[in-house]
């Protein structure tokens, strides 16, 4: 994905969360959060919403990004994950989870995410910013 294939798509997922009742934040991870990613690299984008079960049963809502040729499922345990390949913007990994993933005690598997890079894309709670102070001044990240 170009850098400018990642920047519409983030500003085409922050306008779609604006949207979404169910969704309570939004963060990048991975490489394209820490600003190194590879020209094959997947964008990972996290959606902490109220119901990730449903969201991953009911995918109607992945068009809205565009058209997906393939999707494929991982399970990270409180992170059930799509990898979608779009037509339009290459792979783009969505990591579903609930408010869990951001409630202290923060498990090592999210501390390991956090650690190698994220973003707030959509946060207007600012709770992303809160756990990451925490770890911050708990010396654990």
């Known amino acids: 994905m170009s850098r400018s294939q990642s920047e519409h798509f983030l500003e085409t997922l922050r306008f779609w969360c604006r949207g979404q009742c169910d969704i309570t934040a939004v963060a990048k991870v991975g490489s394209y ?17 109220e119901d990730p079960k449903a969201r991953h049963l009911h995918r109607e809502w992945i068009a809205e990004f565009g058209e997906a040729t393939t999707i494929r499922h991982a399970d990270y345990g409180l992170v059930q994950s799509l990898h979608i390949d779009f037509r339009d913007y290459g792979k783009v990994e969505f990591g579903l ?6 409630t ?6 999210t501390k390991d995410v956090m650690r190698g890079g ?8 600012r709770l992303i910013d809160r756990v990451l102070r925490s770890l911050d001044q708990s010396g654990s990240s």
């Open 33 to 49: 959060a820490r600003g190194d990613p590879r020209p094959d690299s997947d964008i990972d984008i996290v959606l902490i919403c």
């Open 97 to 102: 989870t609930n408010l869990e993933w951001l």
């Open 104 to 109: 202290p005690p923060i498990d090592e598997k």
């Open 118 to 125: 994220i973003v707030s894309v959509f946060d207007p709670k």
